[in-house]
């Protein structure tokens, strides 16, 4: 619970101070339910009891599932008429009989779905058209030590971790048996360097799984990192104990770890890593966003939050042994809230499709020019390779960016306000887990002396190219499309500081990087064909 307090002035002109108490709340699971699929139902009158309290939480909720599909959902209510606190869940299948219903609370007070027992039955045959409990003698739903986790996959690669142990992590085939997967999918982990490969036989069915040293050395370990790559953007729903914080560690060598996030809720960097020995310069990436450690400002980029179910890389200075603090995952924890003042959590964002493609990522910290906010890094061919906005650290505006790749290449730093772009004279080699910068000594991102402007734009026929510069010489101009492929070029000569050129390339309508090269140089504008 989160108390806010406002001052207002009453109508005697004298300040009033009211309090507010806000609730913070974590993100739910994606549990979907269509009652419109199903033909049939059954009905459940029953109260709801966590431990060995009935809840009286508005908030909480019952699911309803058969072999992991979602049949039915309902909120704990508040019954005046018996001045006490009731679920009502209806449960929908096709069948009238012949199916097996497990049950799920969802615990707001935590933000953990656990499973949980109808009258101490861990499953009950579905029948139509029955009710079990009444108001008199409602049913009881009473949760297991048991608890869920829902993971979100990329198209693309996914940095994840476990915070449960389920009993199908030794066989992977079972444990992603309600995925859709492809040849070719893969999932990896470090320190030892472990691979698993997925082989799809449309042919022979019988064929398809994974196969590798992941599954070879015992499977999935919550003690381990992974690096998942799949062709169908999905999401996994596990079960099992959860990952006690009394008794795990995990032991970081000097350097780069690959370190799995064991709690169960998301936390600030700061509490999750307080009792790591951290020294000046140790860095934690995620898949998008980083944080720098100084023992004056403490750890400070883009990372704010470690969150449930994602995986990060650690540098550290100091082997050591580590371990969450404990009462992370209590629910007395602090939780996840934006400084808006009002209750609210951190999402799981959905990586970037271009940027997901990608295992690898190095970092850097940047200060850019006055009169801009955001910094991007493009390759020789116009592609995209991190963008990031600007933040005010210590009375400086820096630029904490992630830079995506998978093999060395020349990447151009552009930075811009807006809608609007312009290159600079910073290149940098795509090296993996670099670390350019530091918050007292950031990389600095100047401006070219050249400038290229185009016009009309967009344009329907002739383009009108203008250069100022002090080069002198051939310009080369080449237009590429989105697929990356040049579809024109031409060239020119440069013999004054201002020279103005026209093209009319012969190009279908759309959207196209036109790429000036002069003197060692290149400047990018994106133009549009009407």
Sequence with gaps: MIIVY??????????????????????????????????????????????????DDLYDKVVAAVNGEVRGKASVIYDPSFKEYFVYLT??????????????????????????????????????????????????????????????????????????????????????????????????????????????????????????????????SKNKMYKIKLSVAQKLNIKGVPVDLNTWFFDLNQNWNWLPFVVSRNVTVSDALANLDASDGDFIKSQSLFAIYSPAIGWKGSLSYLKSGEGYMLKTNIAQRFNYPEYLNSSSAKTSTQKTGLASRIENEVLSSQFAQFPSTMSAIAKIPEGFDTLFFYNEIGQLRGITTTQNIEGANLAFITIYGNQPETLTAFVGKGKSAQPTSKTISFSTDAILGSISNPILIDLFGEKISVSPNPFYHDLEIAIETKERGDAKVLIYNMLSQIIFEDTFKINSDAAVFKISPTIPSGVYLLKLHIGGKIMIEKIIKN
């Design 91 to 220: 449960v929908y299948s096709n069948k009238v009989s012949e199916e097996n219903i497990s049950f799920y609370i969802w615990d707001a007070s935590e933000g953990k779905l656990k499973e949980a027992s109808l009258n101490s039955e861990l499953t009950i045959p579905y029948l139509a058209d029955e009710v079990i409990g009444t108001y008199t003698s409602p049913a009881i739903f009473n949760n297991t030590e048991i608890t869920g986790q829902q993971l979100f996959f990329n198209q693309g690669w996914t940095w994840t971790s476990f915070n449960v142990t389920d009993a199908r992590f030794g066989n992977l085939n079972a444990l992603t048996n309600s995925l859709t997967l492809n040849t070719s999918d893969l999932i990896q982990s470090n320190a030892p360097a472990l691979l698993d490969v997925y082989q799809l036989d449309t042919v022979n069915p019988a064929r398809n799984g994974w196969s590798g040293t992941v599954s070879s050395s015992g499977g999935i």
């Design 6 to 55: 406002f001052i207002s002035r009453t109508d005697y002109d004298y300040n009033e101070k009211i309090q507010l108490e806000l609730r913070v709340l974590e993100k739910e699971h994606i549990l979907e339910l269509d009652p419109s699929r199903y033909s049939q139902s059954m009905s459940i009158i029953g109260k709801v009891k966590l431990g060995d309290f009935f809840t």
